[in-house]
Nanobody, 122 residues
Framework: QVQLVESGGGLVQPGGSLRLSCAAS????????MGWYRQAPGKQRELVAW???????KYTESVKGRFTISKDNTKDTVYLQMNSLKPEDTAVYYC????????????????WGQGTQVTVSS
């Protein structure tokens, strides 16, 4: 059973940076597509960035050029480097994983971890 633990969130000023980590266990990490998602208060959870088993990365339009997703198969960990943060990036950030690409893109999962809070404020 997949277990995912997100960390690295915090309070940062606009323009600042944070690096989120998602440690996975219980799966053959290198065979899973990985995604980072976020949910702001009063809004639906949205896909932010994702990386395929082949290393292809994609981003939602609002974070392109500012966020970078990376995957370390030796550590079973996926990262989200967030630069030039804006107040609208404030949300709880989650990661999730699946072997089926469409499930990652559509965010169709039976369970989610507790996420990590990112607050961008002066």
């Amino acid at each position: 059973q997949v277990q995912l633990v997100e960390s690295g969130g915090g309070l940062v000023q606009p323009g600042g940076s944070l690096r989120l980590s998602c440690a996975a266990s219980g799966i053959r990490f290198e065979t899973y597509h990985m995604g980072w998602y976020r949910q702001a208060p009063g809004k639906q959870r949205e896909l932010v960035a994702w990386v395929t088993t082949g290393g292809e990365v994609k981003y939602t339009e609002s974070v392109k050029g500012r966020f970078t997703i990376s995957k370390d198969n030796t550590k079973d960990t996926v990262y989200l480097q967030m630069n030039s943060l804006k107040p609208e990036d404030t949300a709880v950030y989650y990661c999730n994983a699946d072997r089926i690409y469409d499930k990652v893109v559509r965010g169709i999962f039976d369970s989610w971890g507790q996420g990590t809070q990112v607050t961008v404020s002066s």
